[in-house]
T-cell receptor
Framework: QKEVEQNSGPLSVPEGAIASLNCTYS??????FFWYRQYSGKSPELIMF????GDKEDGRFTAQLNKASQYVSLLIRDSQPSDSATYLC??????FGTGTSLTVIP | DAGVTQSPTHLIKTRGQQVTLRCSPK?????VSWYQQALGQGPQFIFQ???????QRGNFPDRFSGHQFPNYSSELNVNALLLGDSALYLC???????????FGSGTRLTVV
């Protein structure tokens, strides 16, 4: 069973702070990792993908991958109330975590 | 440019019945995957279609079947519906899955 684990939260951060979302996975051979954002009642929306160890930045978002530790994270800088959503970690396109609920407090 | 479209939006079926859900992928996309998302859970992978063939399948019973047509659109069929099949069914498409998927808005299935 290939597992993806996320802290379900809820995670609350004040506006302007950095939100840190974490994900661990069990299949050491996994090569591709994705972060999706899902607003309540909506479908998931791709934020970022990462394949190589290290950091990948896109605007206010940074994905971090450590294959040796089987760990992938998402940092959201200068968090905005509009970032309030559930963030889903996916390993390949087949295995999703249960998501972390983020609330950004104005 | 239309994204991924799914129909119907909502559906209510009786236990034991059969249901067909439909998906049109985003223009230019050739790969379609289906997911089941229960309330408060992450999407669970059902299967993936490419070139009209089922390429990969998740841990779902044979009651769940699918099809992809030459125009890349796809159907998900569920037979002998159970109460536990009530969920949001998501279709997602991509051209090359390494770049991630575009999801449709989903079909909310309620089995009573």
């Amino acid at each position: 069973q290939k597992e993806v684990e996320q802290n379900s939260g809820p995670l609350s951060v004040p506006e302007g702070a950095i939100a840190s979302l974490n994900c661990t996975y069990s299949d050491r051979g996994s090569q591709s990792f994705f972060w999706y954002r899902q607003y309540s009642g909506k479908s998931p929306e791709l934020i970022m993908f990462i394949y190589s160890n290290g950091d990948k930045e896109d605007g206010r978002f940074t994905a971090q991958l450590n294959k040796a530790s089987q760990y992938v994270s998402l940092l959201i800088r200068d968090s905005q109330p509009s970032d309030s959503a559930t963030y889903l970690c996916a390993v390949t396109q087949f295995y999703f975590g249960t998501g972390t609920s983020l609330t950004v407090i104005p | 440019d239309a994204g991924v479209t799914q129909s119907p939006t909502h559906l209510i079926k009786t236990r034991g019945q059969q249901v067909t859900l439909r998906c049109s992928p985003k223009s230019g996309h050739d790969t379609v995957s289906w997911y089941q998302q229960a309330l408060g859970q992450g999407p669970q992978f059902i299967f993936q279609y490419y070139e009209e063939e089922e390429r990969q399948r998740g841990n779902f019973p044979d009651r769940f079947s699918g099809h992809q047509f030459p125009n890349y659109s796809s159907e998900l069929n569920v037979n002998a519906l159970l109460l536990g099949d009530s969920a949001l069914y998501l279709c997602a498409s991509s051209l090359d899955s390494v770049y991630g998927y575009t999801f449709g808005s989903g079909t909310r299935l309620t089995v009573v």
